[in-house]
T-cell receptor, first 113, second 113 residues
């Protein structure tokens, strides 16, 4: 059963610490999205990749966030240093090509205290 | 830039009532349109999609028709069930934007027995 896998599912960290979230896209998918979901802002697109190259990361605060795809089976989202306002659920999604549906992981719930 | 606007929730209905959730979009090209559903504690799941004007997407009793003239993609269901209680997201993917997947703010649906 192909699915997008995100780790960890939950993370509690102290302000100022580095946080790394990982995503394993569905095998063969060439597009990966990172979203952040909060009650106030809803679903925000942070960044997305196609064939491992970043296409758009304009939604991401550049001073503290970074997103990479070291290889086709792994996408990472890092926050350094983390702040309480980063508390949210972070979703990764993958897709096969333009204009088809994206498949979502179950998310990483991040709490920064 | 491209955007999606949904009717605000929460929407509260009695079981077997008729459901409509409005969605309108703005896009520079010819987007594909989607409805996703999110159950508590889970990621988003694709509910239905339409890739060109006048297409009708349908799944699990839900329907939506791609209306280019009114730039709309309203979600409907003839008879809702308690199990339909969830948050519903309208989304678009636009080739002119590199296949970026953009979501509306979500509409919470609560169905009472």
């Amino acid at each position: 059963d192909a699915r997008v896998t995100q780790t960890p599912r939950h993370k509690v960290t102290e302000m100022g610490q580095e946080v790394t979230m990982r995503c394993q896209p569905i095998l063969g998918h060439n597009t990966v999205f990172w979203y952040r979901q909060t009650m106030m802002q809803g679903l925000e697109l942070l960044a997305y990749f196609r064939n491992r190259a970043p296409l758009d990361d304009s939604g991401m605060p550049k001073d503290r966030f970074s997103a990479e795809m070291p290889d086709a089976t792994l996408a990472t989202l890092k926050i350094q240093p983390s702040e309480p306002r980063d508390s949210a659920v972070y979703f990764c999604a993958s897709g096969l090509e333009q204009n088809t549906e994206a498949f979502f992981g179950q998310g990483t719930r991040l709490t920064v205290v | 830039g491209d955007s999606v606007t949904q009717m605000e929730g929460p929407v509260t209905l009695s079981e077997e009532a008729f459901l409509t959730i409005n969605c309108t979009y703005t896009a520079t090209g010819y987007p594909s349109l989607f409805w996703y559903v999110q159950y508590p504690g889970e990621g988003l799941q694709l509910l239905l999609k339409a890739t060109k004007a006048d297409d009708k997407g349908s799944n699990k009793g839900f329907e939506a028709t791609y209306r280019k003239e009114t730039t709309s993609f309203h979600l409907e269901k003839g008879s809702v069930q308690v199990s339909d209680s969830a948050v519903y997201f309208c989304a678009l993917s636009d080739n002119n934007q590199g296949g970026k997947l953009i979501f509306g703010q979500g509409t919470e649906l609560s169905v009472k027995p």
